[in-house]
């Protein structure tokens, strides 16, 4: 991998290690207010700073990471599994079952990916669980996607047609000769997909719709430093940093991964085992969830 | 014109399902949407009154049909809020959310298309890397980072341009920058791989062969194909913006589209909801119907079905 990834890889075992460890490693209390000292800069006792009701903003950072980390992976664990799913069956069955599902993935694709899942989390209310119930009734369609484009190709390949000659199941075929050849580009897909549920989540949070309060998230600290520009902007700064940082460190990963996997790739038809299709390039993209420019 | 009655037409089922999609949102209200928009203290008689006026008496095929009869006329329901049409209370604010979109649109091309070209053309030097950190450090800032980030820079430390403001050419600065900055780093990248692309293709060898001058060989060929894809993806990301108008009017109070969809989640106003929901979701569907025009016009080995033209 390139050192720009390494750098990316880095960057995330921090932000995981944050997320894991937030609790332990956070000074203070994030919910414990101290009014006399509110807006405070940054200090040795508090090296980020203090919010409005005097909270320490390192320790709400901290314990921001884990929201993202647990809305991120619970996302893209619901939305790969049903995408992956949906689009083996897509593929392998083909005809009405192939249209119905493409359709809907057609329609659920109509939406920029952020305004449904704002109107999803307004009618179902803000809640960590709705966010994450949101994000992945959007998500999936881009695992789908993909899965079935390489499935199409895939079950025209000789090691699969050999399979089938010799009487192998569904099932057989699919874990043993389908699924190990589609790890790669999902795994890109998966990692383009963690960033931008993070970045979602914070929009939401942001937008008050996501995580409530008391309960710390980079995107409700965001929007609540913004009042306070002016006077204390470290309020909005570290928190915007923190996802910044995040999300930069995921997509630099991810990049790297799939530059690596397309050398690794071997070109279609050059041994007939892995069509280079709409795989692992191009999947930052195919992601159906809003990307940060959202 | 067959090819465009023919893209027109596959794109109705898709604008059906999201009408449909949009219909069943009232519906996902947990409990009683009419409890949840007037509140659990609310009259009987109120309670009742509300349902009736948006039709949830009926039965759901009922009001599906409805709807459905409703939207091809145009007619979007009322706001709860004030009982005005929720047609004209978003005719009222697109201007402002197309006038945005359009600036984001045209500042993100402003700065890819010259920035890529210069990094496809020095690749390997410090151009490059410069051009590259900008599409990476875009893309991974979301405007509800960049938006504060630009108030506080801008507004607040150099007091060079003011907060926000739809009546003035500066109050659009910081919001379109805001909303096209993370649709400038994805077009630099493409730009600069199209550029790439193109000057290796066998046409421009064959375009110096001929004797053409370099200028020429770049401006009227290798750019010409490298902006093909730039096209493509710029149109998609048009429709994109709209979604992210949302965040982008509710930093700036921009009075747009997207901050009415906000306040009217925030109001509980479900009609006004729909109504903003399905107005954006269709200008996507329609920015990426035109893309897909626009393409076909631009490059004519496009023919729709996948056929080529020799």
């Keep these: 991998m390139s050192p720009a990834a390494r750098l990316g890889a880095a960057i995330v075992a921090l932000f995981l290690a944050a997320a894991a460890l937030g609790p332990r490693l956070a000074p203070r209390d994030p919910s414990r207010p101290a009014l006399a000292e509110n807006l405070r800069g940054p200090s040795l006792a508090h090296p980020f700073g203090q919010d409005r009701l005097g909270r320490d903003i390192l320790s709400r950072t901290l314990h921001g990471a884990r929201v993202s980390l647990v809305v991120g992976l619970s996302t893209v664990a619901i939305s790969l599994a049903l995408g992956t799913a949906i689009g083996l069956l897509a593929g392998f069955a083909g005809g009405w079952i192939d249209e119905v599902v493409m359709r809907a993935v057609d329609v659920l694709l109509a939406f920029p990916g952020i305004l449904l899942a704002i109107a999803l989390s307004a009618v179902l209310g803000p809640s960590l669980g709705n966010v994450v119930l949101a994000l992945s009734v959007i998500g999936w369609t881009g695992y789908a996607r993909l899965v079935r484009a390489e499935t199409l190709s895939l079950r025209e390949r000789a090691h699969v047609e050999s399979a089938v000659s010799l009487g192998a199941g569904p099932l057989r075929i699919v874990t043993l000769h389908v699924l190990p050849l589609l790890a790669g580009p999902l795994a890109v897909q998966a990692t383009f997909g963690f960033s931008a549920a993070v970045v979602a989540e914070a929009s939401l949070s942001f937008l008050g719709l996501g995580t409530q309060p008391p309960t710390p998230s980079w995107g409700a600290m965001l929007n609540e430093g913004r009042s306070f520009l002016l006077v204390a902007p470290h309020v909005a700064l570290f928190p915007g940093l923190a996802v910044f940082l995040t999300v930069l460190g995921i997509n630099v990963l991810g990049d790297g991964l799939r530059d690596w996997l397309d050398v690794r790739r071997p070109a279609a038809g050059s041994d007939g085992s892995m069509p280079a299709t709409s795989g692992s390039r191009g999947s930052r993209s195919s992601s159906a969830l809003p990307g940060p420019g959202a | ?310």
């Design chain 2, 1 to 310: 014109m067959s090819a465009l009655l023919r893209r027109l037409a596959l794109a109705l089922p898709t604008l059906l399902g999201v009408v449909t999609l949009v219909f069943f949102f009232v519906h996902l209200v947990p409990g009683d949407p009419v409890e949840m928009m007037l509140g659990e203290s609310a009259a009987v008689v109120d309670r009742e009154r509300m349902r009736a006026a948006l039709g949830l008496d009926r039965p759901l095929w009922s009001q599906y049909l409805g709807f459905l009869a409703r939207t091809a006329r145009g007619d979007l329901g009322r706001s709860l809020r004030d009982g005005a049409p929720v047609a004209g209370l978003i005719r009222a604010r697109l201007p402002a959310t197309l006038a945005l979109a359009g600036a984001a649109g045209a500042l993100a091309v402003a700065l890819a298309i010259p920035l890529g070209v210069l990094s496809a053309r020095h690749r390997g030097r410090w151009l490059d890397a410069a051009a590259t950190a900008f599409a990476l450090l875009g893309a991974a800032l979301p405007n509800f980072v960049l938006g504060p980030l630009l108030v506080l820079l801008f507004s607040v430390r150099l007091g060079w341009l003011p907060v926000s403001g739809a009546d003035s050419a500066a109050g659009l600065l910081l919001p379109a920058a805001t909303l096209g900055l993370g649709m400038s780093a994805i077009l630099t990248r493409l730009t600069r791989t199209a550029v790439l692309d193109s000057l290796g293709a066998d046409f421009i060898r064959t375009a110096r062969a001929k004797g053409l001058s370099e200028a020429r060989v770049f401006f009227r060929h290798a750019l010409r194909g490298a902006l093909l894809p730039v096209t493509t993806v710029f149109g998609l990301q048009l429709g994109s913006l709209l979604g992210g108008a949302i965040i982008t009017e509710t930093i700036f109070a921009w009075p747009g589209i997207g901050r009415l969809t906000l306040q009217a989640i925030e109001g509980r106003d479900y009609p006004l909801v729909q109504g903003c929901v399905l107005v954006i979701a269709c200008g996507y569907v329609a920015a990426n119907l035109l893309t897909d025009l626009a393409y076909q016009r631009l490059d004519p080995r496009v023919r729709f079905g996948g056929r080529e033209a020799r």
